[in-house]
Each structure stands twice: as C-alpha cells, then as structure tokens.
C-alpha cells in the first residue's frame, strides 16, 4: 500500500515555474514506479509523466517533453515535478499516483494506477 500528499501548485503565469512534491508513506514507495496525471476542467484526466522504482528510465507526454522534469527521493519517499514554461494550456489538477506491484505497462494510461493522491491545482495565467 502507498499512501501519496502532493504539494507546491499555485497560482502563477505564463513562463513561470512551479515544483510539485509527492510525500509517499508505505513500505513498498521505493519498488514502486510513480507517475504525475493532470485533469483540466471538463476533460479526462492526461497521463504527464512516469518514473520507474530507480528513478533510471523517466517518461513523458508530448505535451510536457522538454519542459516538465521527474525526479524522485527515495530516501525521502518522494517524488517531484519539475514544470518550467508553463502555458496556460497546463491548467489542471495535478495528481500523484503509483502503479501497482508486478506492473508492465508503459506507464502512460491514467487508469494503469491504483494509487492515489488528493491532487493539487495548477493554474496558469496569460
């Protein structure tokens, strides 16, 4: 079981920066691959980025490649997100979530993982 927090949306405008932060509880955070999935107003939620249990292979939407950064801790069972650029387009709710154990997937559905956090809002002015 993983028990995920997420923090560090806000408010900002178009160019800006944010990190968010996913503070993991549970034994089985550093076997685990942990992804990023947003959901803007009025649409299905969009797969943003993965990273495998060693932090060693990292994935990303189209739409983030290039400005969107994952990294994690496993020291401190977290796992962060880097967004530099932000458009306004990047509006959403951001969700923190884990694949389950024995995963082997491409990490890139949303409805892959079985782990959820509270999400935290991003939004992006013009």
């Known amino acids: 079981q993983v028990q995920l927090v997420e923090s560090g949306g806000g408010l900002v405008q178009a160019g800006d920066s944010l990190r968010l932060s996913c503070a993991a509880s549970?034994?089985?955070?550093?076997?685990?691959?942990m992804g990023w999935v947003r959901q803007a107003p009025g649409k299905v939620r969009e797969f943003v980025a993965a990273?495998?249990?060693?932090?060693?292979?990292?994935y990303y939407a189209d739409s983030v490649k290039g400005r969107f950064t994952i990294s994690r801790d496993n020291a401190k069972k977290t796992v962060y997100l880097q967004m530099n650029s932000l458009k306004p387009e990047d509006t959403a709710v951001y969700y923190c979530?884990?694949?389950?154990?024995?995963?082997?997937?491409?990490?890139?559905?949303?409805?892959?993982?079985?782990?959820w956090g509270q999400g935290t809002q991003v939004t992006v002015s013009s």
């Open positions: 549970g034994r089985t955070f550093s076997s685990s691959a």
């Open positions: 990273i495998t249990w060693s932090g060693s292979s990292t």
């Open positions: 979530a884990a694949v389950p154990a024995y995963y082997s997937g491409t990490y890139t559905r949303p409805n892959d993982y079985s782990y």
